[in-house]
Nanobody, 122 residues
């Protein structure tokens, strides 16, 4: 069982930066892939980035967002730079303990956090 808690969301102007954190419980957290997803009002949840031993990004955030993890702290981070209004969404982190390769589909992830709101003003 893994419990996830996101933090770091907020309101930022376009071009600004935010760093999200995903704190996890569980002694085997390092074995899990962790993904960030986001959901804007009226839209489906979409993949943002994922990390295990490597990382993977959605095309829409490549070069702007960086995912990283600190297994000693059981925490995964999402550094978001050059934010755009279209990045506005609730951001969720999720953990996948079942698959070897990184997955971009939400159905692959077993555990989810409650989400943190990111709002980018123009």
């Amino acid at each position: 069982q893994v419990q996830l808690v996101e933090s770091g969301g907020g309101l930022v102007q376009a071009g600004g930066s935010l760093k999200l954190s995903c704190a996890a419980s569980g002694r085997t957290f390092s074995r899990y892939a962790v993904g960030w997803f986001r959901q804007a009002p009226g839209k489906e949840r979409e993949f943002v980035a994922a990390i295990k031993w490597s990382d993977n990004y959605a095309d829409s955030v490549k070069g702007r967002f960086t995912i990283s993890r600190d297994n000693a702290k059981n925490t995964v981070y999402l550094q978001m730079n050059s934010l755009k209004p279209e990045d506005t969404a609730v951001y969720y982190c999720a953990a996948d303990g079942s698959h070897i390769i990184l997955r971009a589909d939400a159905a692959a992830y077993d555990y989810w956090g409650q989400g943190t709101q990111v709002t980018v003003s123009s």
